[in-house]
């Protein structure tokens, strides 16, 4: 089964996906932008740049041979460069002319000698469409909820939080976004199989009519668990942490008005908010007790604080996965999830965790007061979360992956 796997980006859960074809012998060619290894001249040249040390980083692939790789690099280059000095309407449309660009130059490259291609969201149209003229069977795969589902919940938010709107989130709902939901359509109706990674995202796109027998689900993998014992203090504050951007899709206002409601002392909680902020500061200023604010971390030490906190908050209205979960649980961090989330997939609540309704501030601040009046209930779901999450690791998401491509291919044949 010679296989394709096309993704501009090489975030952990693509790199998984690409490991997966290779270990199961059935990769040709991983089409990617910019990517690192010890064998590529481009990025040993790009490393003494400074400008350019976080890509090299996050974009390291050394564990595929060099030759399974085809890259068209220079546009993302460019597109990265310019996310750090210009506005996010610029950045956005490189961001549309370097992801299209992508797709033209991958289908352009397909071949007929393939059996299957491997697409992602958004990166694809031309690509599929070059596939179904071969008779290549195709997965498409919808990291995200479908479009309507956000876009209804970002206008309902933008009339009940008028200080919500800002350039960056009206993004998401303005003339653009419709003809870029019209591509995501298409997409949809032109792959074999459609594959996500939770039953949220497979309700919105059930939801948008989407036929449910070509949808696949397979949540993404826990990280690997952390050796250290965690311990929840019994007495001092109960440490409550949000780690993602702040912003109006990751329901981070609902967070600050539940922490508002509760009005816990210094002494029964406190807040950690950890990540860039998009929304207006004047909702976040004024927040009552204790409440520590870090826009910019690592995330090796984001994972530290992953062993420090008692309990991570995920408030998002709409997540197609949140791979901050599964990190947090890995490290004995029990999660306070919204069910628009990877939450119902992985989280049985009250015992590895909890669940809110999106959007709900009564709902939040309930489970918010819960633990920290329950700090042995906190520390017993912390111990089943780290459980689960052992039980759960990456090799046997992508022996699932194998499993499921192999069926439906073999079915599509």
């Known amino acids: 089964m010679r296989s394709v796997v096309a993704s501009p980006t090489i975030a952990p859960h693509v790199r998984q996906t690409v490991t997966a074809y290779q270990e199961a012998g ?16 481009l990025a040993a ?17 050394h564990e595929l041979p060099i030759e399974k790789i085809a890259a068209r690099p220079w546009p993302e280059l460019f597109r990265s460069l310019s996310a750090r000095t210009l506005g996010p309407r610029t950045t956005d449309r490189l961001w549309e002319w370097s992801e299209l660009g992508f797709d033209q130059w991958v289908a352009r490259n397909l071949s007929v000698r393939a059996d299957v291609v491997h697409t992602y969201e958004h990166a694809a149209l031309a690509t599929l469409t070059a596939a179904k003229k071969m ?22 938010q933008m009339v009940l939080y008028p200080e919500l709107r800002n350039a960056t989130d009206d993004l998401q709902v303005n003339t653009h976004a419709a003809r870029r939901n019209r591509r995501r359509d298409a997409e949809l109706s032109m792959a074999s199989v459609v594959l996500c990674n939770s039953l949220f995202t497979k309700n919105t796109l059930i939801a948008a009519g989407v036929e449910a027998k070509k949808i696949a689900v397979i949540p993404l993998a826990f990280p690997e668990v952390s050796a250290m014992e965690k311990i929840t203090p019994a007495t001092g504050p109960l440490k409550f942490l949000y780690a993602g951007n702040q912003s109006m899709r990751k329901g981070v206002h609902i967070l600050y008005q539940a922490w508002r409601r509760c009005n816990f002392s210094e002494s029964q909680a406190s807040l950690w908010l950890i990540g860039n902020m998009s929304l207006p500061l004047s909702l976040r200023n004024g927040l009552p007790g204790d409440v520590l604010i870090r826009e910019h971390i690592a995330h090796n030490e ?40 990877c939450g119902p997939d992985i989280i049985e609540p009250f015992y590895d965790g909890w669940l809110v309704p999106p ?4 709902a939040l601040a309930e489970h918010l007061r819960w633990c920290v009046g329950h700090r042995d209930e906190v520390a017993a779901c912390g111990r089943a979360a780290k459980k689960k999450a052992g039980s759960y690791q990456w090799p046997e998401y992508r022996q699932n992956l194998m499993k499921l491509v192999t069926k439906e291919w073999t079915q599509f044949r």
């Not at 059935?26 to 001249?41: A, C, V």
């Not at 040249?45 to 692939?61: M, T």
């Not at 008779?135 to 309902?156: D, G, L, N, V, W």
């Open 26 to 41: 059935f990769l040709e060619t991983f089409y990617t932008s910019f990517f690192t290894h010890p064998d590529y001249r």
């Open 45 to 61: 040249a790009l490393s003494r740049v400074p400008q350019f040390g976080h890509e090299i980083r996050k974009r390291a692939f």
């Open 135 to 156: 008779h290549i069977f195709s997965i498409y795969e919808q990291p995200s909820q479908h479009h309507t589902c956000f876009s209804q919940i970002a206008r309902k």
């Open 302 to 341: 984001l994972m530290q604080l992953y062993s420090q906190a008692d309990v991570l908050v995920f408030p998002t209205l709409a997540d197609g996965f949140g791979m901050v979960v599964t990190e947090a649980m890995s490290q004995g961090l029990p999660v306070i999830a919204s069910t628009n989330s």
């Open 359 to 362: 959007g709900e501030v009564d």
